[in-house]
């Protein structure tokens, strides 16, 4: 038996010195391209979750757009009901205080018999009787620098005997003015 034995020492083929740059390079490539992906992988995922926050808010955004904007139709409601009160209040006909004032103030030598006020203009025509002449002119100064009425003039007046006595007698007038609603007395 023959035993064939290599006694020479056994040498390993040497890996050529390109094909481990390549290696490296490849590794370092593979490392890289790696720390790419988690990079922007982990931008991608900060972005989605900031695009999910942002999308929530615009709907919540929404709804409160919604709610201001009845909030902004109910103010104008309210606002237009608040100045139609506040119309009406200011420009409201005040009968009671007109009489009060009117009786309050009105000569004793004067009798009102009827008493017309047309709301839409303001004309006040008083219809009354006076003993004579002089208390009708009396009464027409009167009135005319009564604060309550203006433009007050005489549009009707006329002379008839009270029956029953015969010197007396009386003065039938017909007086328009301006009611001055607000006015004070």
């Known amino acids: 038996m023959n035993i064939k034995i290599n006694l020479l020492p056994i040498t390993k083929k040497k890996a050529k010195p390109t094909d481990i740059n390549i290696i490296i390079i490849f590794i370092f ?14 931008k991608i995922n900060t972005l989605t ?7 929530h808010n615009i709907t919540r ?5 919604s709610l201001k904007n009845e909030k902004i139709k109910s103010d104008n409601v309210l606002s237009y009901y608040i100045n139609t009160i ?40 008083l219809t ?18 009564f604060k309550l009425m203006s ?12 029956t029953g006595q015969e010197s007396k007698s009386s003065v039938t007038f017909t007086i328009v003015a301006i009611w001055n609603v607000g006015a004070e007395k």
Not at 29 to 42: A, D, K, P, Q, W
Not at 89 to 116: E, H, W
Not at 151 to 162: C, D, E, G, I, M
């Open 151 to 162: 433009n007050v003039y005489l549009s009707n007046f006329s002379k008839q005997a009270v």
């Open 61 to 65: 955004y929404s709804d409160m757009e």
């Open 49 to 55: 979750d900031d695009l999910t926050t942002i999308q």
């Open 29 to 42: 490539f593979i490392l890289v391209l790696g720390l790419i992906y988690f990079f922007y992988n982990t």
């Open 128 to 145: 009354g009787v006076v003993d004579d002449y002089y208390n009708l002119g009396r009464l027409l100064n009167y009135l005319s620098n």
């Open 86 to 125: 506040n119309k009406l209040g200011k420009n409201q006909v005040k009968f009671s205080q007109f009489f009060n004032t009117l009786s309050q103030n009105f000569p004793s030598y004067a009798y009102l018999t009827n008493l017309d006020v047309d709301l839409d203009t303001k004309v006040i025509r």
